[in-house]
């Protein structure tokens, strides 16, 4: 016998079950909602943590995410175990909570480095606002900052901290930032804004080790040799599903390390329990029933409000196609829709040099995904093109 009973219960306290609750509040849930997140902090945005976060032009109420009074949201709180036959979880606080239906939205964790020196201070990972704290306040006094990773993450966090005065590298194992997600073309655009700036890009290279002065890091040591003064690294070197409590409650996981879920994102074999953002593996009705998985902001939103739907027995399938945007500091912006899980084509549109133009990504001709730089491109166009395997006239 359970302590309790809710309704819908939400486990983890992103975006995802935080637009959830918002979404089964607005279609007028009558029935109790909990939400369990681990963290300090009730549910908030996590792109401004790379961006205004970090900068300083966004404070923590800022990022919140604005949830009804009636969503009783435990923070500081974990699922240690989740049962999706009984439908029960066990809380770190030993209560037990049965629920009528669930969504695991458990996010995604930090890779680590595992090279020598990453005991050293001045070593960040980036988050949690917790994260960009420590940043901000280990960055105060430092003048020379080398960003591993040549994701967005890192690519934002040169941007940002190049405009707090420091200067910064970014150091990559592709040729050019940002190439793996968006190609070659926008990875040398991205290269241009960033050297534009004033950021130095060292592509091609893997770091092979952190030499410190004392406690602190002092320098980066690049494979071949070459070191770089570093006072302080800010490594995004990539994310992993956080999946340990649905490995634990025997969750089928997919090949992109995810939760498998079907088109309605309902977690394989267990009733009433529903998967939605970073941790999501689904068939996508937008995609030709492809499995994907991704990790955007606004996604996660979407898949929470799909989600909602179905708690309430809409039997909906999930079909918007992932959305993603960017911001290099003040400099560059650009969305993107997608995701293309391969192309052979790129066609450009506009004018790259000057930062307004569309890269459409085809694949048999057809389109399967498109980046928007400047405010270019029309993003509704595209994602109808991607779902409906259409191609550019
Ligand atoms: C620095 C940064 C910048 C980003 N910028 C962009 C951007 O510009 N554009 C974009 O589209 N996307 C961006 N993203 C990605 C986007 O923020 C994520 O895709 C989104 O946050 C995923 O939401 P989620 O709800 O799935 O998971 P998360 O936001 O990871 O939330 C999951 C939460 O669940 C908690 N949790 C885990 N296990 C348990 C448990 N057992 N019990 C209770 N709680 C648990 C975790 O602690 C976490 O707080 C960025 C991400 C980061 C980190």
Redesign the pocket.
């Known amino acids: 016998m359970a302590d309790r009973f809710v309704d819908h219960l939400l ?8 637009t959830c609750a918002q979404e089964l509040r607005d279609a007028d849930a009558k029935g109790s909602i909990l939400l ?4 300090l902090d009730p ?1 908030y ?7 205004g976060y970090l900068g300083g032009s966004e404070t923590k109420d800022d990022t919140l995410i604005e949830l009804s009074d009636d969503v009783e949201v435990l923070t500081r ?4 175990a989740l049962d999706p036959a009984a439908k029960t979880v066990t809380l ?1 606080t030993k209560e037990t909570v049965e629920y009528g239906t669930a969504l695991l ?4 964790m ?1 890779r680590r480095l595992q090279i020598d020196g990453v005991h050293l201070d001045g070593i960040h990972y ?3 606002l917790g994260n ?1 704290d420590s940043l901000i306040e280990d960055a105060e006094t430092v003048e020379n900052v080398v960003c591993v990773g040549g994701s ?2 890192g690519c ?1 966090s040169a941007a940002t901290l190049t405009r707090l005065g420091k200067r910064v590298t970014v150091v990559l194992l592709e040729e050019e930032p940002m190439e793996r997600a968006f190609g070659v073309q926008v990875g040398q655009w991205v290269r241009g804004v960033l050297a534009g700036h004033g950021v130095q890009i060292v592509g091609n290279v893997e770091v092979e080790r952190f030499e410190g002065e004392g406690e602190r890091v002092a320098r980066v040591v690049l494979a071949g040799g070459r070191a770089l003064d570093a006072e302080l690294v800010v490594a995004g070197v990539g ?1 992993t599903p ?1 999946v ?2 649905a490995r634990k409650a025997g969750l089928e996981i997919g090949e992109r390390g995810g939760v498998r879920a079907d088109a309605r994102l309902r977690a394989h074999g267990a009733d009433g329990l529903y998967v ?5 593996e689904y068939d996508s009705p937008s995609h030709g029933g492809a499995v994907i998985r ?7 939103a979407s898949q ?1 409000r799909t989600v909602a739907r179905n708690m309430l027995g809409a039997e909906a399938e999930h079909t918007d196609v992932p ?5 290099l500091a003040d400099w560059a912006s650009f969305e993107y829709v997608g995701p293309a899980l391969a192309w052979d084509e790129e066609v450009v549109e506009g004018d790259m040099p000057s930062g307004t133009f569309t890269v459409w990504y085809l694949a048999d001709g057809k389109v399967a995904a498109m980046l928007s730089a400047g405010g270019h491109g029309d993003i509704e166009r595209a994602k109808a093109l991607i779902a409906s395997g259409g191609t550019l006239a």
Do not use: C, Q, W
């Open positions: 486990i983890g306290g992103g975006i995802a079950s935080a369990v997140a681990r963290e549910p945005h996590r792109p401004p943590i790379t961006k709180t974990s699922v240690m770190s939205a458990t996010g995604a930090v980036l988050r949690a960009a967005y993450i934002e994310v956080d340990m409590l939605a953002g970073d941790i999501a991704v990790e955007h902001e606004e996604h996660a929470g959305y993603f945007f960017s911001d």
